[in-house]
């Protein structure tokens, strides 16, 4: 097995997928409804490598974020919990998913914790 001496080793997979939202107290296009395409990129980072040689079975992190990104963001509306259009929407859209915070790809980002 290589000698990776005292150095950390990242695997980065990346998943590409859709949704929709607007932001409360913002003057812009994002205000008003609309969809976006989104890439989430995720690494995972270690010190020691596997007996294969591995950070992470690449397969099984891809599967992984796929997963949860399909479940949770893929498309599917964000709205801020504060959002007076989710009355209007909820009932029509069994995919709302209502988040306490404007949906920016800022604050989605934290949103995604490996489990």
């Known amino acids: 097995m290589p000698n990776h001496p005292q150095t950390n080793t990242t695997v980065t997979v990346a998943v590409d ?3 929709g939202h607007r ?3 913002y003057t812009g296009k994002c205000q008003h409804l609309h969809g976006h ?3 989430v990129e995720i690494t995972a980072l270690s010190r020691d490598l ?3 040689g591995f950070v992470i079975d ?3 992190l891809k599967s992984f974020a796929k997963e949860w990104i399909d479940t949770e963001w893929d498309h599917r509306m964000q709205l801020n919990e504060r959002d ?3 009355s209007a929407i909820a009932p029509l859209d069994n995919q709302l998913r209502v988040v306490p ?3 920016t790809a800022e604050n989605m980002a934290p949103s995604y914790t490996a489990r």
């Open 50 to 52: 596997d007996q294969t």
């Open 17 to 19: 997928f859709c949704y």
């Open 101 to 103: 915070f404007n949906p």
């Open 58 to 60: 690449f397969s099984d």
């Open 23 to 25: 932001l409360l107290d």
């Open 84 to 86: 007076p259009l989710i």
């Open 37 to 39: 395409n989104g890439r």
